[in-house]
């Protein structure tokens, strides 16, 4: 309304101002409309469009960075972003529509780099985690700690997740969340009960069984939407597994001689990093975030 209302103003004061000459005329006309056209863009621009590779006007969107590290050197497409959290979220906005590189480093720590799309008029949240390439501090738990033999004991009761001997393949006539509980009782649900975790064939399977929320958009990469996808194969065998701390989009996992963090999401780059090398680690992360690793004789325990 109030763009109208200014071409209309400039129009009514070229009329005063314009000499009757033609070619002067048309040249003063050219400028104005260059000018409103300037003015109009300019607006559209504040407000919060771009143009797409087809010249169609989209709205903005933004990315919501959250991590497990505090500190952090964000750079978006090459460029270095200043951005200050507010209650533990990184917000990114005024970003264009399309797919953009994100990288998340700290000074001694594996960088968590990732190529995703941005939606239009709406939020992309992601999660990096960063761990030090030197892997987790430990400390170590000596066997008179009243915490020794409790640490042992939940480590050899947290067995991976798998279908039991003799399961039944899933039918799409039956609930999937029923099929799971009666298939694979032992298995981890995340914190929020929107997703459970399985191994199959030393494979690592996420599930979405949440009933009243519609999956992420790593459950949809293919049409229709998965209701399980595996997540990593690994080369060793999983000795251990369960969900970081509180998320069900990052897995961390015991094989062979280290333990390791990955990310469901495998949009782009699937980030993967090492947090922890022994000898032969076994793992039980308590609701707190406190990590027992056993390896070998001896019993850690460290701070996710």
């Not at 500190?71 to 970003?95: A, C, F, W």
């Not at 399977?205 to 929320?213: F, G, T």
């Not at 062979?256 to 076994?282: C, H, M, W």
């Amino acid at each position: 309304m109030h763009i109208g209302l200014f071409s209309v103003t400039i129009m009514v004061i070229m009329e005063q101002l314009i000499p009757k000459d033609k070619f002067t005329r048309v040249y003063l006309a050219l400028w104005g409309v260059c000018i409103f056209i300037g003015l109009t863009a300019f607006v559209f621009y504040k407000i919060g469009f771009r143009l797409t590779g087809n010249f169609s006007p989209v709205k903005v969107g933004e990315i919501e960075l959250s991590s497990n590290q505090s500190g952090l050197q964000i750079i978006l497409d090459n460029r270095e972003k200043s951005v200050m959290p507010k209650e533990g979220l990184y917000r990114i906005t005024s970003v264009s529509p399309g797919l953009h590189s994100l990288m998340v480093s700290k000074p001694d720590f594996w960088p968590w780099i990732k190529t995703f799309e941005v939606p239009a008029n709406a939020s992309r949240p992601v999660f990096a985690f960063l761990f030090p390439m030197d892997g987790l501090p430990t400390k170590v738990v000596s066997p008179s700690d009243p915490a020794y033999e409790d640490g042992l004991n939940k480590i050899r009761l947290n067995v991976v997740p798998e279908p039991k001997e003799g399961y039944l393949p899933y039918s799409e006539t039956e609930s999937f969340v029923s099929w799971l509980s009666e298939n694979i009782p032992n298995r981890k649900i995340s914190n929020d009960g929107s997703t459970a975790l399985f191994v199959e064939d030393n494979s690592i399977y996420v599930a979405w069984i949440s009933e009243s929320e519609p999956p992420p958009h790593y459950f949809c990469q293919e049409n229709p939407c998965k209701l399980k996808f595996p997540v990593t194969v690994s080369v060793e065998p999983i000795k251990s597994v369960g969900f970081f701390k509180d998320r069900s989009d990052v897995v961390i996992f015991a094989a062979g001689s280290a333990l390791y963090a990955i990310e469901v999401d495998r949009e782009g780059t699937q980030n993967f990093q090492p947090f922890y090398k022994g000898d032969d680690p076994y793992f039980y992360e308590s609701p707190e975030g406190t990590l027992y690793i056993k390896d070998g004789d001896s019993l850690l325990k460290a701070t996710l």
